[in-house]
DNA sequence: CAAAAAACCTACCAAGTAGTATGTGAGCCC
DNA sequence: GGGCTCACATACTACTTGGTAGGTTTTTTG
């Protein structure tokens, strides 16, 4: 977690201190975006500004960082378990399990992917903001493709059976991305507890409520 | 919609002008609460600040008013179908499926909702608006428990399965709300479109992704 | 150990914005 | 038809905040 300095690929690692994102994110989560000075992540890091423009050269580069790394434990989260013998519909449910979890265990950094960059659309001004957002909406994009993708295999194999496999997925993704509006983890709460809230979750999206005949 | 000027209740009538709600709405949903000026709203309008200030005390009052009528039209929109001789199943799905035409319907008033109130927890310095803010949860609370009451009554008589009610209801109504998110209308959409979406919603939330065997 | 580079901090400015104070025209009331 | 109120518009202020320029301390390097 700390040894991974300045190696790899320079995209990623443009994340040069974790540390800033996490308390970004937090900020963001609580305020909003927009709500969020530079100063407030710098108060909650102990630091000042200095510190955040020595790493990001706008407040906007920052978010994008900030996305960046959520999406990035998403999909860490989600491709270990998409492949495998086993039906499409028993591996989807294992990776809206994965998913219901990375979203409580990183809720600050999910909740500023949730809030999303819609809002951004308008504010972007630089030829290169817009690249990067675009980018942030491939990579989205491309998320929500991995479950479509994994549905299909369902319905072919017959595991799934749905009317539509482009809005069972969004319905899915949508209950699941909720999380971030409602869950707060309480004082003292288990990895256990956590597991049985996500199996509960993907109960519900698996089987629905109507009793089965 | 025009005639009741100035009697009823003050609370809720002190929605002067439903204008300036939807101009504010939808300048939020573009672009964010805090993103959004005064000025934003007013050109939207073709007038000025003076007209919105005219009609509210402050930006955060504006915010407030717009949340409340959101609210009204969930409420308008699922009360009319909860009760009645049906099983409770039946009408948990009418209600899920009004409450979805709803939210394509007020998209800008619903976003607004979604991206919430709990952004406000820290900004709300006066004691007026801690109340205010309070008010707005607790109508947030009904509008869930409204939900929940009719998916109790299902599990006893027997057309609702499911493991946690509270969880059940908090995922279907995350995968509607998500439709904030993702549904925009297409240019030449019709009552119909919208009514074949919602049912797929609804088919997806009731009958979950698993194949009956 | 000197020097260069990295990792910050301090002080500052220009731009944008919530809110106010005042002005004004149109309708209404008697 | 004169006064009064409503429904806005205009002009301005006080304050916040993103970003910058330059200084200082710590770490790395040769």
Redo the contacts between chains.
């Keep these: 977690m700390s040894s991974e300095k300045s190696q790899l690929s320079p995209r990623i690692d443009k994340t040069g201190n974790i540390d800033i994102l996490i308390a970004a994110a937090e900020c963001f989560m ?6 969020t000075s530079i100063d407030d992540v710098a108060r909650r890091l102990g630091a000042t500004k200095g510190r955040i423009y020595h790493y990001y050269r706008s407040k906007t580069e920052l978010f994008f960082d900030v996305h960046r790394e959520g999406m990035r434990r998403n999909f860490e989260a989600v491709t270990p378990v998409m492949k495998g013998p086993e039906p499409a ?1 028993k591996r ?1 449910s294992a990776m809206f399990r994965q998913h219901a979890l990375s979203m409580m265990e990183n809720l600050a950094l999910e909740a500023v992917v ?1 809030q ?1 960059v ?2 951004h ?3 972007a001004t630089t030829p290169e903001q817009r690249r990067t957002l675009a980018e942030l909406m491939t990579v989205r994009n491309d998320f929500e493709s991995l479950f479509k993708r994994v ?1 299909y295999e ?1 319905v072919e194999d ?7 496999v482009s ?2 997925v ?10 971030s ?2 869950y707060r983890p309480r004082p003292a709460e288990t990895r256990d507890d956590r597991e049985i ?1 996500a199996d ?2 993907v ?10 005949a």
């Design positions: 609580e305020q909003g975006y927009h709500a519909a989807l949730v999303g819609e809002m659309r308008f504010g549905a369902g017959g595991s799934i059976r749905t009317s539509d809005v069972a969004k319905v899915a993704l949508g209950a699941i991305n909720w999380l509006i409602w809230l509960k979750i109960g519900s999206i698996m089987q629905g409520l109507n009793a089965p």
